[in-house]
């Protein structure tokens, strides 16, 4: 059995984990451990891939904002353009209009061009809805689609061009805190030291931490499916935006020549490699007939994957305030990808002890309202 010793272990390789082991590569010696033999196996693999600055609470918007630019101009790393424009069009039926009114109260002076829509606008942006299903809209015309997959790549190869390292099919059993250095023990019969341990492991965050003898945040993976079925015939694709119902019944949006769909289900999981639901297929199918012209008859391909919320839905980033070395980078709740950047960049300051980055704090986040402190009575600080 070997021992190394590293400034900091990075445990997952999702999105999180290659990106804040990214950026703290650039200044520190680090080891990305990621249990699955494929990096981004499970939730980074399985996103709808898409950028919105509508969506999430102010914190999320901040951060979505602050990665814009890296997303726009990626460096050299970064392959493929990671951005193509596709808008997108909340939706509210009859009694849900006020749903609308206050996310866009909520979004109207930091996303700039969004705009409610009445029911003829949004069917002249969105050719299939059904007359009569929508009573007003919300309309994101700068939202986007991204290549997930040449993101979390890009991460991963900018990481090791900086020195970074990853382990593959290395689990942690446990880790052990002594002379100041973490020891983390991995399944596969090897232990790593460092001073820093940043939890990236998404679903298993909580099973960490417990790993580390802390007590777990309260975090809950949940069920997320998404299938393709046929396009409508006489639609032109290219410019259909994302359609949402702000009732979160279900989601649709072109991929190539036919539909992604979601019934935007929330099951709550245990940490698995999951699978979809076919009883929310079911009824996303019936849900999409109704309110769309797609024929959303056969399901031609389904899959699944589990986005993990906090207690109180919100991010939980920042050190451990009940152990020195353990830094927390969990509870993305499928906000994960779109952030990643800005995330990033916040966590390794955090970690390295240098000042937040400016952007995120003008763009309105709080540190306190996404740290781990919150969830722990003798913290001093309140929720």
């Known amino acids: 059995m070997s021992t190394e010793t590293w400034d900091v272990v990075v445990i997952g390789g999702g999105i999180a984990g290659a990106s804040v082991a990214y950026e703290l590569a650039a200044a520190a010696s680090v080891l990305l451990v990621e249990m699955e033999d494929t990096l981004g196996h499970h939730a980074t693999g399985r996103s709808a891939a898409m950028f919105l600055e509508t969506y999430g609470g102010s914190d999320v918007r901040a951060l979505t904002l602050a990665s814009r630019a890296f997303l726009e101009s990626a460096p050299a790393e970064f392959e493929s353009q990671l951005l193509t424009p596709r808008p997108l069009l909340h939706f509210a039926r009859t009694g849900s209009d006020d749903t609308i009114r206050h996310v866009f109260d909520d979004v109207q002076d930091v996303v700039a061009d969004a705009r409610l829509v009445d029911e003829a606008e949004a069917r002249a942006l969105c050719p299939i809805l059904r007359d009569g299903i929508v009573e007003l809209g919300l309309y994101e015309p700068s939202a986007m689609e991204m290549d997930v997959d040449a993101l979390h ?8 061009n900086r020195g970074g390292v990853v382990r593959r099919g290395a689990g942690v059993r446990e880790l ?34 417990v790993a580390a003898g802390l007590e777990p945040i309260g975090l809950t993976p949940r069920l997320r499916t998404a299938f393709t079925t046929a396009a409508p015939e006489g639609v032109t694709l290219e410019h259909l935006p994302l359609l949402y119902d702000v009732d979160e019944t279900f989601y649709v949006k072109p991929e190539g ?33 109704e309110a769309t012209t797609i024929p959303a008859r ?22 451990e305030p009940e152990a020195d070395g353990f830094f927390w980078l969990a509870g993305q709740a499928g906000y994960g990808v779109q952030t990643s950047p800005a995330l990033a960049r916040f966590a390794a300051a955090a970690i390295v002890g240098d000042a937040t980055p400016a952007d995120v704090l003008q763009l309105g986040l709080r540190a306190d309202r996404i740290a781990p402190a919150r969830f722990r009575a003798n913290a001093g600080v309140q929720p």
């Open 153 to 160: 790549q890009g991460f991963v190869r900018g990481f090791r």
């Open 176 to 209: 052990v805190p002594h002379g100041g250095r973490w020891e983390a023990r991995l399944s596969d019969g090897d232990s790593v030291q460092a001073t820093t341990v940043v939890n990236a492991a998404g679903a298993w965050a909580d099973r960490v931490a």
């Open 257 to 289: 020549e036919q539909m992604l769909c979601s019934p935007a289900d929330k099951t709550a999981s245990e940490p698995v490699d999951a699978r979809a639901d076919t009883t929310e297929i079911a009824r996303c199918l019936d849900e999409i007939r």
């Open 298 to 319: 056969a399901v031609r391909a389904s899959w699944a994957g589990l986005r993990t919320f906090s207690p109180d839905d919100n991010l939980v980033v920042g050190h």
